[in-house]
């Protein structure tokens, strides 16, 4: 089997419950910001996104906080389910010489317990 | 659901072999990217493009190249492929955004490379 996540942080979670994962970016010019979910052996996939002029926006069960403070993003995940399972980044994205770059952050692993 | 496709899935090759892996997508994007991704870690850039014959060298250096010859296509090939280089690979594209500022992206399933 594939040996993943020993570097990730790991947020572990009982079905039906809450679950909030936290990231924290590090340029204070990112304009926009982006939560993706990978699953295992498949690519990152969109879940929301949200623009520094806005503090809070919502999902389908999601809802993405935005701190510009702090730098801080979180994403919350109501009444978790088995098939949330994966570990999810959060991305943001600033403009940077002429080009706009997506810088992804380090990941954090969820486990839904059934 | 993103209409972008990565081939192959998985390879496993012996040192010294040139390999190309291939992107395609079917929306038109004019954006393109490979990231490079070992297991449990981030994503990192290592090349993009922003359209026909255009190609920049990403955050992570690399010793692939990449072509951008038609705007669905986006090949990465590594000459002479070393255990180095063992890693999982992902492209994705994303359209113009203009001044809007989004760049979402979206991504193939990856090619899990291995290199012996």
């Known amino acids: 089997g594939e040996s993943v996540g020993l570097h990730l942080p790991t947020l572990s979670v009982q079905e039906g419950d809450n679950s909030i994962i936290n990231c924290a970016y590090s340029?204070?010019?990112?304009?926009?910001f982006i939560w993706y979910k990978q699953e295992s052996g498949k690519g990152p996939q969109f879940i929301i996104d949200i623009r520094s002029n806005m503090d809070k926006r919502q999902g389908q069960r999601v809802t993405v906080l935005l701190n510009k403070t702090v730098k801080h993003l979180s994403l919350q995940i109501a009444a978790t389910q088995p098939g949330d399972s994966a570990v999810y980044f959060c991305a943001e994205n600033y403009q940077d010489t002429g080009r706009r770059a997506l810088t992804f952050g380090s990941g954090t692993r969820l486990q839904v317990q059934p | 659901e993103a209409d972008i496709y990565q081939t192959p899935r998985y390879l496993v090759i012996g040192t010294g072999k040139k390999i190309t892996l291939e992107c395609s997508q079917t929306m038109g994007h004019d954006k393109m990217y490979w990231y490079q991704q070992d297991p449990g870690m981030e994503l990192h850039l290592i090349h993009y493009s922003y359209g026909v014959n255009s190609t920049e060298k990403g955050d992570l250096s690399s010793e692939s190249t990449v072509s951008r010859i038609r705007t669905e296509h986006f090949p990465l090939t590594l000459e002479s492929a070393r255990p180095s280089h063992t890693s999982q690979y992902l492209c994705?594209?994303?359209?113009?955004?203009?001044?809007?500022?989004?760049?979402?992206?979206?991504f193939g399933p990856g090619t899990r490379l291995t290199v012996l």
């Open positions: 340029n204070s010019a990112s304009d926009y």
């Open positions: 994705a594209s994303s359209p113009l955004t203009g001044t809007s500022g989004r760049n979402e992206q979206f």
